[in-house]
């Protein structure tokens, strides 16, 4: 006999509408289990999981109370689906149906164990109501992709067979492919399955070409994720309407006299913010951070805004910016470019000689923006002396703002970023660190300065504010950190108030380089994740008690969320651009009602950017390392598994798997707590933060996955935080001895 579920899962597989006598066939059952077929049913029907009628799938004005549902599109924070299959015989349009996933804690939480979060393309077996709000959906289970998601690459074995290789490095096998399309081996294809059979294999579908040319990598990301890039012809119209509109003075502060400066990242395409400072005469500043004026052009409700929402921010890769807006406002219009006249969102603050804010206002103003300058030209001005006032000012009323900070002692984590080069033609030239400037810190501290403005600026109006949110370490992730640093023989007492200067005053005290990176990444992980919400908690991080993005309305809806509650808090309306495009700029009715469905919704699409950005630059690594397969590389131990170690390329980043199976024949025991891999004849530990030597055993670009081994069968280790043992030097980066062969060293001393 079948289960309810079985049941359900064949409802769902079903081409057509299944009665007791379709389920009794298709499960083999006989006489008295039909009988039993019957009382489940009847059940199932009770529990409202099929409509109980003769056929166990019926239409309900045209949905089933049992179907599969395909998500269309994610809004505010709700799934959108429709119907996988419709087949109506008036040719009425697929309802849209919302999918209920109830809430948790301020966040939202999977319907069901295993189901969410739902993302735009996922297939779902759901309880369909019609309600006074339309219809409904409460997922029941989360099915397999459907064929048209499916991307791989073709492989061809030695029989001539081809088969489906996936890019995803969680997914290990690959699919056999019944019908190559035209395909060729070593492509990037979309790909369904012939039947409902897994055995039948897969029908190639779209050929989307060479899976290592250039922009291939984001591709890849942008649909494993269902990352919106493709804008709908209306939302391109409008903003072209928008972007004609000649720019009005009135209404409007003149701050066109100012020698603002935008200081960005050399390549930079759209231009945010720009900053002037000049002194008070009284040991302070006046200062003016101006921001685009994202709300005049994008206004609630406009196809323009909806586009915005199902993004939520821009998502940017080694190869392309997916942008949050239209490239005619977020590249030009919008953009603060030098020499032309452009709206802004203008934030005016007062600082004394201590760095403590002492005024603000917002205005919307016109700016022309005297210089766009990179960040690496404005610290050579300043370090060679030939900077313009303008420049040396902003220097120097950053040292308040600096002073500031540093009694703040907001948690401070140095870690380097990987940025991949490519040269003219999209290839890649090299993968380096970036380095941090003074110049970088300028622009942040009147960032964060401006940010802060914002969100005390509309907590003064009772007006509804975008918070963003760093709470501190919960105490599960603390005790975890607690007895990493005992490893390091130190100590974290949890019984203090934790707060960032405590972590801090532990970072400074550790002398030994190598050993401060290893607990600077520690505590990072101990971090809990940034989010958007209507709910004032503080910003842990930057030990602050109220804090809101508005910097970026160009590339996050957060940002623009947080102007919108401006322009109405402060009676900043402006005419709109010319067109069909809403009156009002400020918040929309929905959003100030339900705050906390629009943040819940920006911070999800914020997690998905950041995953595909990371995915892609792992390619791109994995890529730039596939032809230096079994080159020896100087790595550090960054994860320990039972089944194996995490390790990093020292100085490049790269992160891959050593296999348990290749460090040795004995036996080896994973000790969770002290996050240490022992042999168990010979001694010898793995451990989180230990160097050494290994060989690449394998890079795949396809996945961003890359594959290590021990150099030779001695396993050299150097332990984390130990000198060189006595009768060794140091070669490079490898540990030799005295007469320059390998040295065999199995545990040294005691592991600190």
């Not at 119907?83 to 996933?101: F, Q």
């Not at 966040?107 to 077996?125: E, I, M, S, T």
């Not at 420049?391 to 940025?419: F, G, I, Q, S, Y």
């Not at 972590?503 to 809990?528: H, P």
Request: include cysteine.
């Amino acid at each position: 006999m079948p289960n309810a579920q079985q049941v359900l899962d064949f409802i769902a597989s079903a081409t057509g509408e299944v009665g007791k006598r379709e389920i009794a066939k298709h499960f083999g059952l006989q006489g008295q289990e039909k009988i039993q077929l019957k009382a489940l049913l009847k059940d199932m029907a009770e529990e409202g999981l099929i409509d109980g009628k003769r056929t166990a799938y019926h239409r309900m004005g045209g949905v089933p109370k049992v179907t599969v549902l395909r998500v269309i599109e994610i809004e505010d924070g709700e799934p959108v689906a429709v119907p996988d299959t419709w087949e109506p015989e008036d040719n009425t349009p697929a309802p849209r149906l919302r999918v209920i996933e109830p809430r948790g804690g301020g966040k939202r939480g999977p319907a069901v164990r295993g189901v969410g979060p739902l993302r735009a393309g996922d297939r779902v077996l759901a309880r369909t109501e019609e309600t006074e709000r339309g219809w409904q959906a409460h997922p029941m289970k989360k099915l397999p992709a459907q064929a048209d998601q499916t991307m791989g690459v073709v492989e061809i074995d030695g029989a001539g067979k081809g088969w489906l290789a996936p890019i995803d490095k969680r997914e290990r096998h690959s699919t056999p492919i019944a019908d190559l399309g035209g395909a060729e081996e070593g492509q990037l294809v979309l790909a369904e399955p012939v039947s409902r059979s897994p055995r039948a294999g897969m029908r190639v579908t779209v050929v989307l070409g060479d899976p290592l040319a250039p922009r291939a990598f984001s591709l890849i990301a942008i649909h494993k994720h269902g990352i919106p890039h493709i804008f709908p012809q209306d939302a391109l119209q409008e903003a072209e309407v928008a972007a004609r509109e000649a720019l009005s003075s009135e209404k409007r502060e003149d701050l066109t006299h100012l020698p603002i400066v935008a200081i960005d990242p050399s390549d930079a395409r759209d231009h945010d913010d720009a900053i002037w400072a000049e002194p008070d005469g009284q040991g302070g500043w006046r200062t003016v951070v101006a921001i685009a004026d994202v709300s005049f052009y994008v206004r609630p409700g406009s196809a323009i805004d909806k586009e915005a929402r199902k993004r939520g921010n821009s998502v940017y890769f080694p190869d392309r910016v997916v942008p949050m807006l239209p490239e005619v406002l977020s590249a030009d219009v919008c953009s603060l470019k030098a020499g032309a006249p452009r709206a802004a969102m203008a934030c005016h603050m007062n600082f004394d000689a201590e760095g403590k804010m002492t005024a603000f206002r917002f205005t919307r103003a016109i700016v022309r923006i005297a210089e766009v300058i990179a960040y690496e030209e404005a610290q050579a001005r300043i370090d060679e002396g030939r900077a313009e006032k303008h420049l040396t000012d902003l220097w120097e009323a950053w040292k308040v703002l600096e002073a500031a900070r540093n009694k703040r002692d907001p948690l401070n984590l140095e870690l380097p970023e990987r940025r991949v080069q490519l040269d003219e033609k999209g290839r890649i030239a090299g993968i380096a660190l970036r380095e941090r400037l003074d110049a970088h810190r300028v622009v942040e501290d009147f960032m964060i300065a401006a940010n802060v403005a914002a969100a005390k600026a509309l907590e003064s109006k009772v007006a509804p504010v975008v918070y963003r949110i760093h709470e501190p370490p919960n105490r599960e992730k603390l005790v975890a950190l607690k007895d990493y640093l005992a490893t390091f023989e130190r100590k974290l007492a949890l019984g203090q108030v934790i707060t960032p200067a405590l972590f801090n005053r532990m970072l400074k005290s550790i002398e030994d380089e190598a050993e401060k990176a290893l607990i600077m990444e520690a505590v990072l992980r101990s971090q809990t994740q940034a989010y958007y919400g209507p709910k004032n908690a503080g910003h842990f991080g930057l030990a602050l008690g109220s804090y809101a993005h508005f910097t970026s309305p160009i590339r996050r809806y957060s940002d623009l969320l947080v102007h919108r509650s401006l322009v109405d808090a402060f009676g900043l309306e402006q005419p709109a651009p010319k067109g069909d495009i809403p009156e009002h700029s400020g918040l929309a009715p929905r959003d100030r009602q339900d705050m906390a469905r629009i943040t819940d919704a920006i911070s999800r699409t914020e997690r998905r950017a950041m995953e595909a950005e990371r995915e892609t630059i792992d390619r791109y690594v994995a890529a730039w390392l596939s032809t230096r397969v079994g080159e020896i590389f100087q790595c550090r131990i960054t994860g320990v598994q039972r089944f194996g170690l995490f390790a990093t390329i020292v100085g490049l980043g790269g992160d891959g798997l050593v296999p348990v199976s290749v460090l040795g024949d004995e036996r080896f025991f994973h000790d969770e707590k002290a996050q240490v891999l022992r042999g168990e004849q010979s001694g010898i530990t793995y451990a989180i933060g230990d160097r050494l030597p290994l060989r690449l055993a394998e890079a795949n670009p396809l996945t961003g996955a890359l594959k290590f081994e021990p150099e030779d069968s001695d396993g050299r280790i150097e332990k984390r935080g130990a000198p060189a043992p006595v009768g060794l030097k140091k070669r490079g980066s490898h540990l030799v001895g005295q007469r320059g062969r390998p040295a065999n060293i199995r545990h040294q001393g005691k592991r600190r």
